[in-house]
């Protein structure tokens, strides 16, 4: 199948993302680029399926794909040729070739190097331009329909988790809760989980991102849940830290330094305010409570087809927010071999504020 056959027409929707990404073109210096990433690949053309290059040029659109997935690619696009490949390297190759094209941008954090190489050794006459921050804007902020998945992600975790909470006590494995509570997102309709779910309880608390093992839960622990899933495509993410039996003073105090952070941040996120300025109010109250060296990672991310996109809520960060991004908000403290405390939402940046696409409470919950 050529590259050049007639494409169907584009709908509107997806057909504005297309342009948005063809202008990467000029800017770039380049006459196309070849997609690899499974996220950028399903938001410009739909297609689902794990194993595909996309070549985009001005007036071309063609998606690369073997034969295992030629028949989803024809039901799931409507804007682009499908084009069948034996070798992957001799298809990008040829696919290259019929357009023409002497200047091909590669997205190259979703490339390996040996596809690379294979595919430059293939075509020595064409001069490949890495594209990376390039790229990144691309999806970063959502239109209303995103959103809505992932606010529909979001509600069916959070009834997952709901129901979950009842099974947490003393002698439970994190283990346990961890096949429990995702078996409840499966049942709630989730595609799946948006990561490896954390349940970290006790000293395993401390660790920011632990690994769920076979500990047993503990009366006094502090368990830090971080879960998602997936609807539609689109990821939630949330971690709640609940507490098993009692708490002490000190935890209650740290519980609370933490919620007090979570909730001024969430309260300065909006349109026009830079990721560096909102991650200091998180930063700056941690530290103030005596804290600042148990916090030692960014205060959040962007959230999408990827559980972790741009932008960035850290000191390091030049981004602003803007309205449509989906971002989240999670500070921490964690105090080695005693427990820490997590606690994060997701929201959509709007112009004087934000909405909370998580669900579940942030007060305190002793179980």
């Known amino acids: ?35 690899f990433g499974e996220a950028n690949i399903r938001y ?21 794909v073997d034969g295992r997935y030629t028949t989803q690619a024809k039901e799931e696009t409507r804007e682009c040729a499908i084009v069948e490949f034996s070798d992957r390297a001799d298809g990008v190759e040829g696919a290259i070739a019929d357009l023409g094209l002497k200047r091909v941008g590669i997205e190259s954090a979703a490339v390996t190097l040996d596809s690379y190489l294979a595919i430059r050794e293939r075509a020595p006459g064409v001069d490949f331009k890495p594209l990376s921050g390039e790229i990144d804007p691309l999806r970063i902020i959502k239109e209303g329909e995103e959103a809505a998945l992932i606010r529909e992600a979001a509600r069916r975790a959070a009834r997952a ?8 006590r003393p002698g439970v494995t994190e283990q346990e809760i961890v096949a429990i509570l995702e078996m409840k997102m499966r049942q709630a309709g989730g595609e799946g989980p948006s990561f490896e779910t954390i349940v970290a309880s006790g000293p395993n608390a401390a660790l920011p991102h632990a690994t769920s093992g076979s500990r047993e839960i503990a009366d006094g622990d ?18 709640c830290t609940i507490a098993v039996g009692r708490v002490t003073e000190r935890q209650a105090a740290v519980y609370g330094v933490v919620k007090e952070a979570h909730d001024r941040t969430i309260d300065a ?28 990672h960014g205060t959040g991310h962007g959230v999408g087809l990827e559980i972790h996109e741009p932008p960035r809520l850290s000191e390091r960060s030049n981004d602003i927010l803007e309205e449509g991004m989906v971002v989240t908000v999670e500070p921490g403290i964690y105090l080695p071999g005693l427990w820490g405390v997590r606690i994060e939402d997701t929201v959509l940046v709007e112009k004087d504020g934000c909405e909370i696409l998580t669900r579940m409470s942030k007060d305190l919950k002793i179980l």
């Open 269 to 296: 996120v909006r349109e026009g305010i830079s990721c560096r300025d909102v991650d200091a109010v998180a930063r700056r109250h941690i530290d103030r409570a005596g804290y600042g060296p148990h916090f030692a």
């Open 222 to 239: 502090f368990v830090t849940i971080d879960y998602g899933t997936v609807w539609g495509g689109y990821h939630s993410d949330e971690t």
């Open 44 to 64: 410009l053309t739909g297609f689902t399926g794990t194993d595909a290059v996309l070549l985009l040029g001005t007036h071309h659109l063609a998606l690369l």
């Open 1 to 35: 199948m050529s590259c050049t056959e007639e494409k169907a027409p584009e709908k509107s929707a997806a057909g504005d993302r297309i342009s948005r990404a063809r202008m990467i073109l000029p800017a770039s210096d380049v006459e196309g680029i070849l997609f």
């Open 161 to 168: 988790l709901t129901e979950t909470l009842e099974e947490i």
